[in-house]
């Protein structure tokens, strides 16, 4: 039996190197100050700096907006490309796709859409020069919350295809042909049997969404460099030492993190646990 236990070990050293040591790192240096000495200057500082809680505001607001849309197209195109009758070479490179489209990102794709759209704004601003519009003024800029949202939703959305696609292979033929059998509609069928099984799924899917975005660094500073205020770059700004070193700021910036998806988490427990009954 000790023997059984020898292949997990190099998942736990793993697991203990790169996942609990840096967090207990992270925990314990948020509540140090410049010396070492105990302080809760660094957490209080994220509360009552304007900045902080701009930055906060921002990432939270761009992980929501992109893991929803995110969860929406997402779920739209699996079920699209998984259904019945659909080709099936059209679910291998859709799953294809989508496996590199997911793990696609930082300063490549930003590079990709400021070269796609750069040249695209260049033939419409030109062609409204002619109707005298001023884009700048009334268009759409890459460079602003809204661009960061498009650009994070080309890894979003594959992500959630990848995710849900087995959900979507759990849905039995026979539950939509039963429904069919006793008269309900398609509609009901979704509203009453396919979604409510599926939502433990989407819920988890989210919460993986809103974590991936809000985690997300090189994309965002690719795009608006120190433009756009997100915690990831501002921690990356305070452990980098680009004006002024300050790891144990960015520490505490990291701890916030933690307490939000915390509070996510707090959240999906137990809307989870009422959407799993229809599993069982």
Same mark, same amino acid.
């Given at each position: 039996?000790?023997?059984?236990?020898?292949?997990?070990?190099?998942?736990?050293?793993?697991?203990?190197?790169?996942?609990?040591?840096?967090?207990?790192?992270?925990?314990?240096?948020?509540?140090?100050?410049?010396?070492?000495?105990?302080? &809760?200057?660094?957490? *209080?500082?994220?509360?009552?700096? *304007?900045?902080?809680?701009?930055?906060?505001?921002?990432?939270?607001?761009?992980?929501?907006?992109?893991? &929803?849309?995110?969860?929406?197209?997402?779920?739209?195109?699996?079920?699209?490309?998984?259904?019945?009758?659909?080709?099936?070479?059209?679910?291998?490179?859709?799953?294809?796709?989508?496996?590199?489209? +997911?793990?696609?990102?930082?300063?490549?794709?930003?590079?990709?859409?400021?070269?796609?759209?750069?040249?695209?704004?260049?033939?419409?601003?030109?062609?409204?020069?002619?109707?005298? /519009?001023?884009?700048? #003024?009334?268009?759409?800029?890459?460079?602003?919350?809204?661009?960061?949202?498009?650009?994070?939703?080309?890894?979003?959305?594959?992500?959630?295809?990848?995710?849900?696609?087995?959900?979507?292979?759990?849905?039995?033929?026979?539950?939509?042909?039963?429904?069919?059998?006793?008269?309900?509609?398609? &509609?009901?069928?979704?509203?009453?049997?396919?979604?409510?099984?599926?939502?433990?799924?989407?819920?988890?899917?989210?919460?993986?969404?809103?974590?991936?975005?809000?985690?997300?660094?090189?994309?965002? /500073?690719?795009?608006?460099?120190?433009?756009?205020?997100?915690?990831?770059?501002?921690?990356?700004?305070?452990?980098?030492?680009?004006?002024?070193?300050?790891?144990?700021?960015? #520490?505490?910036?990291?701890?916030?993190?933690?307490?939000?998806?915390?509070?996510?988490?707090?959240?999906?427990?137990?809307? #989870?646990?009422? +959407?799993?009954?229809?599993?069982?």
């Amino acid at each position: 039996m000790p023997l059984a236990w020898l292949g997990v070990v190099p998942f736990f050293a793993y697991a203990l190197l790169f996942l609990f040591f840096p967090a207990g790192q992270v925990l314990v240096g948020a509540f140090k100050g410049a010396h070492g000495s105990f302080t &809760l200057a660094n957490v *209080h500082d994220l509360v009552r700096v *304007h900045q902080f809680r701009n930055a906060y505001k921002a990432s939270i607001e761009i992980s929501l907006v992109t893991a &929803l849309l995110g969860a929406v197209f997402g779920l739209l195109i699996a079920y699209a490309a998984i259904r019945e009758g659909t080709p099936r070479w059209i679910r291998s490179a859709f799953t294809t796709f989508s496996g590199v489209a +997911a793990n696609f990102g930082g300063i490549p794709l930003a590079f990709a859409f400021i070269a796609t759209l750069g040249t695209i704004g260049i033939v419409t601003q030109f062609l409204a020069n002619q109707l005298h /519009y001023n884009l700048y #003024q009334h268009g759409f800029s890459l460079f602003t919350k809204t661009g960061v949202e498009i650009v994070y939703l080309y890894f979003q959305i594959p992500l959630m295809l990848l995710v849900i696609a087995p959900a979507i292979d759990g849905l039995r033929r026979e539950w939509s042909e039963a429904s069919s059998n006793l008269g309900a509609s398609r &509609l009901q069928y979704w509203r009453y049997i396919g979604i409510p099984i599926l939502l433990p799924s989407i819920l988890g899917a989210v919460i993986l969404l809103f974590g991936n975005a809000f985690a997300a660094y090189a994309t965002a /500073y690719g795009l608006t460099s120190s433009g756009l205020g997100l915690v990831p770059i501002l921690i990356g700004s305070d452990l980098s030492g680009n004006v002024l070193s300050n790891p144990h700021e960015g #520490q505490a910036l990291a701890f916030g993190m933690f307490v939000v998806l915390g509070l996510m988490m707090l959240f999906y427990v137990p809307l #989870q646990r009422r +959407a799993s009954r229809w599993a069982r």
